[in-house]
């Protein structure tokens, strides 16, 4: 038994060498970008490259992609093993979520966008005029990109996403030499961490300086709106989601949107719950633990009380309908309908945190006037 | 004689279920509710907690309403069609009429990416997929009965409404090609019935259909009797086949196509009851046959959502995931155990 211990202990000590010798195949010069709340990607900066690593491109994903960012005429070690070579800076662009377009904006880069899927969700006003100017290509969908409308318009680089694993359509897109790089921004869990991917944006076009110091800004702010969060005594007591049907959609206790209300101050009454994707939980029992709470940030559609309780008249029961205390994002739209928050809401915490800091607070924050969250009328 | 007086006493078991059934439904859900609670509430009685009644009054009883409603209904539509096509695996949406809904309620989900928003404005009425599945039923309907008027043989109006299930499902398909994921979730969780958001003024309207065509369908009990022998003999005991076939249709539409606008395309239920009732009654008379499968229809859909709810945790199941999860092996023991197939 003893000597079985001592092979399984020397087995433990080989491997563990094993991976440390990998590892240094890697040049290891480089100087790491400062990552400080994003989990999901890494930037190592050398002479005339950077290393970008998108870690999970997409939940469970087996292996990080590694993406070699290359300035033009750089010399480029022959041992480096990389998914994709970029050229940086990039100057025409194609993105797929309209998550990725305020980082755009943020950095003066929107210009460079030649293509989108969806138009219509696009809700950024500079973004827009571009649109009606006729500026930016409609590819469709991200689902199933039109592949010939893409390489017609041929952007140095498209970044992409995918639910889970490589997406079909820009499979075929890479093979015609199109570079395709894919961005995690969206399995991001933390409101800083989902907003810090703007370096990513800033590593592609060459602007890391000023991605930072947008971050550090948004991060500022962030931080000072919790800080006066917390200053109020009371906590009042709060519900998301909606119904379909019977079946109330709730957010789980460790999502994203859950995070903003514990800095918010407020008590998400699912906040012990953990898992990926949305609680589904039967009407009765949602009725019965948050028939008192003091508000409702609704992710429905609907934009009245009127509309409200004509999708079920059961939402009368709630302290929060009674009350008129519903919030809801579906009252901020861009001009072809898209809403607002799922656009900007990753990028700006900052703001989203402030939106609710009045609702639950509003003495705190006088005179500030919400981005995204709306009463209903 | 003798078997005429077991098959009353079977009867009047299956009503006695029905209503235990019913009761034991209402009683359990996500929220523990003490039954005394429970009988105070359907009583009129003080409760000790208003949310209780709440859950009990109108969330609990419209629910075990349209249960009876749906799974009666369904299991009377799937009888008449059995019959009508002397098909055992005939069941309710032979028709056509669940795949006209899905039509109609796929344009409402996804109709906006291909036609453009303003479908979407009309998604915001809680009635929109009442009426989107009701009008793409009726068009189904309709197009089958111009079929029949012009058939002369049944089995043709079997393999018409096979036609139309896989017209509208590429066509529901060709939508979902183009819908983003969040509307095409909309849809599938349609697909996967519900039988807990109606209201009582749904359940109202729901149940003038439902009597309508429950009592169309017992005004043909006769005829039904006389189509198990075979059209030419019908027709020599001087049935008037079209008109009988055409009532029988208008019956399974009234009944499947209502419940499917309100709760959803229900599965298996209609197909099954007919074939538990007929292991379990040994009788191919109708006028035994109709109200076994009105009492049975009810009491397996109340069983089935009761588990559906999982008594006790915060978490439900689509209802149609355990239609099918209870019911086949019901149905597949049975017929092992008889070893004989009555139909």
Wanted: hydrophobic share 45%; with cysteine; net charge neutral.
């Amino acid at each position: 038994m003893k000597k079985l211990y001592f092979i399984f202990f020397i087995a433990i000590i080989c491997s563990c060498k094993d991976q440390k010798s990998a590892n240094h195949a890697l040049k290891a010069e480089g100087k790491k970008v400062n990552i400080e709340n994003a989990e999901g990607f890494s930037i190592e900066k050398f002479e005339g490259y950077s290393i970008l690593k998108v870690k999970t491109p997409w939940p469970e994903a087996e292996k990080p992609l590694t993406y070699l960012l290359a300035d033009e005429n750089a010399e480029i070690p022959e041992n480096i093993e990389y998914d994709e070579k970029i050229q940086v800076p990039v100057e025409s662009i194609v993105v797929t979520s309209t998550t990725h377009i305020p980082a755009l904006e943020a950095l003066n880069e929107e210009s460079s966008l030649v293509g989108f899927p969806g138009l219509n969700y696009v809700s950024s006003t500079k973004t827009r005029k571009l649109i009606s100017e006729g500026k930016i290509a409609e590819l469709g969908q991200n689902e199933n990109l039109n592949t010939e409308v893409l390489i017609n318009t041929n952007p140095d680089l498209v970044v992409g996403f995918a639910i889970n694993g490589a997406n079909k359509a820009l499979v075929t897109v890479k093979k015609t030499g199109i570079p395709v790089i894919y961005n995690g921004d969206w399995t991001e869990q933390s409101p800083l961490g989902k907003a810090e991917w703007i370096k990513f944006f800033g590593a592609l076009f060459g602007k890391e300086k000023k991605a930072a110091e947008i971050f550090n800004t948004i991060k500022k702010d962030y931080l000072k709106a919790r800080e006066v969060a917390a200053t109020s005594t009371n906590r009042p007591t709060v519900i998301t989601g909606s119904m379909f049907k019977d079946q109330w959609y709730m957010p789980y206790g460790n999502s994203w949107q859950a995070q903003f209300f514990k800095d918010a101050n407020a008590n998400y009454l699912y906040s012990e719950t953990k898992g990926n994707g949305s609680l589904s939980l039967s009407f009765e029992s949602v009725l019965n633990k948050a028939e008192d709470a003091d508000f409702w940030i609704s992710s429905g559609q609907f934009t009245s009380y009127e509309q409200l309780l004509d999708q079920s008249p059961h939402y009368q029961q709630f302290k929060a309908v009674r009350d008129k205390n519903v919030y809801s994002v579906s009252l901020s739209k861009g001009e072809t309908g898209g809403i607002l928050f799922y656009e900007l809401g990753p990028q700006r915490p900052d703001l989203v945190l402030k939106d609710l800091i009045s609702i639950f607070h509003p003495k705190l924050l006088e005179n500030y006037e919400p981005v995204f969250y709306k009463p209903l009328q | 004689m003798l078997n005429q007086r077991k098959y009353i006493l079977a009867l009047i078991f299956l009503f006695i279920a029905v209503v235990f059934t019913a009761l034991f439904n209402i009683s359990l859900g996500s929220v523990s509710i003490p039954l005394k609670e429970v009988i105070a509430s359907l009583l009129g009685m003080h409760v000790e907690k208003d949310t209780w009644r709440y859950i009990i009054l109108n969330y609990r009883l419209p629910k075990a309403m349209t249960a009876v409603i749906t799974g009666s209904g369904l299991a009377v539509s799937g009888l008449l069609m059995q019959t009508l096509f002397r098909n055992p695996l005939a069941g309710p949406y032979v028709l056509g009429l669940s795949s006209g809904a899905s039509l109609g309620v796929a344009l409402v989900f996804m109709g906006a990416s291909v036609f453009g928003a303003s479908f979407a404005a009309i998604f915001l009425s809680s009635w929109s997929l009442v009426i989107a599945s009701s009008l793409g039923s009726l068009l189904v309907l309709f197009a089958v009965i111009l079929a029949s008027v012009r058939l002369r043989d049944t089995m043709a109006i079997l393999i018409i409404g096979l036609m139309f299930a896989s017209l509208t499902a590429a066509i529901v398909s060709v939508l979902a090609y183009f819908s983003p994921a969040s509307n095409l979730q909309q849809y599938v969780f349609w697909s996967y019935g519900s039988l807990g958001n109606l209201g009582w003024s749904e359940v109202g309207i729901l149940s003038i259909f439902w009597l309508a065509g429950i009592l169309i369908s017992i005004g043909s009990i006769k005829n039904l009797n006389s189509l198990l022998l075979g059209e030419q003999y019908a027709r020599s005991l001087g049935t008037n086949i079209r008109k009988n076939r055409f009532l029988i249709i208008i019956a399974t539409s009234l009944l499947a196509g209502s419940i499917t606008a309100f709760a959803g395309p229900i599965a298996f239920i209609g197909l099954a009851v007919p074939h538990l009732i007929r292991q379990v009654i040994p009788s191919s008379n109708h006028i035994t046959l109709v109200p076994a499968v009105i009492f049975g229809g009810a009491i397996l859909m109340l069983l089935c959502d009761t588990v559906a709810q999982l008594p006790g945790s915060e978490v439900s199941l689509p209802i149609n995931a355990i239609t099918s999860i209870i019911g086949a092996p019901v149905v597949i023991w049975l017929l092992v155990r008889k070893r004989r197939f009555n139909f």
